[in-house]
């Protein structure tokens, strides 16, 4: 099992920035990515960043390239989301999530954060 907590949503004007956290528990060793996601009202979940655990392996959606950093500490089990040129089209809540070694999918999930940006 791995635990997974958010941290760092709000309330930020357009063009602002913030910085989510996601503290991971439990069976650290065993996770081979993590990932942020996010869902709108009304919308579906969409993938936004991931990055391999031991390091490198960087990818994010195309909507938020060159403004969203995603970043790992994995010695402190912690995963960042740098969000920088927020736009309103960024509000969602936002959430941490885990796929195991062996394993194709994103079994493990943070309880989310909220982040709307307003114009």
């Known amino acids: 099992q791995v635990q997974l907590v958010e941290s760092g949503g709000g309330l930020v004007q357009a063009g602002g920035s913030l910085r989510l956290s996601c503290a991971a528990s439990g069976r650290t060793g065993s996770i081979y990515f993590m990932a942020w996601f996010r869902q709108a009202p009304g919308k579906e979940r969409e993938f936004v960043a991931r990055?391999?655990?031991?390091?490198?392996?960087?990818n994010y959606a195309d909507s938020v390239k060159g403004r969203f950093t995603i970043s790992g500490d994995n010695a402190k089990n912690m995963v960042y989301l740098e969000m920088n040129s927020l736009k309103p089209e960024d509000t969602a809540v936002y959430y941490c999530a885990a796929m195991l070694f062996h394993t194709d999918q994103y079994y493990y999930w943070g309880q989310g954060t909220q982040v709307t940006v307003s114009s």
């Open positions: 990055i391999r655990w031991s390091g490198g392996s960087l």
